[in-house]
């Protein structure tokens, strides 16, 4: 039976590490995606958005390199799509981690937040 929890890991970050040993301690094992390597969708990110609550900026990391020669700023205005593009082509860019449980997701910033999911 496939898990009923996700995230969005990159297991080279902190925050994402801990936010797995949060879910781990709590017998959970997610499905892990390591977002660097096997990017999702439009589509997929596009949901996960939803399930968070919020637009792509507000899940955006702008200040990574790729941002800033991409001109990139939270305060632009743009198109849904294009900032989902963005993500799909750049997913450095994509705040991590993400967990998505159900209908719901948290950013795990800080880690704890996931305990909101619980």
Known sequence: MPSSWTIYHNPRCSK??????????AGIQPAVVEYLKDTPTAAELD???RKLGCEPPVAMRFGEPAAKELGLHASDVRPRAEWLRLIVEHPILLER????HGDTARIGRPPERVKELL
Request: glycine share 0%.
């Open 16 to 25: 994402s590490r801990a936010t797995l040993a949060i879910l781990h301690d």
């Open 47 to 49: 949901a996960t958005f």
């Open 97 to 100: 981690p993400i967990v998505i």
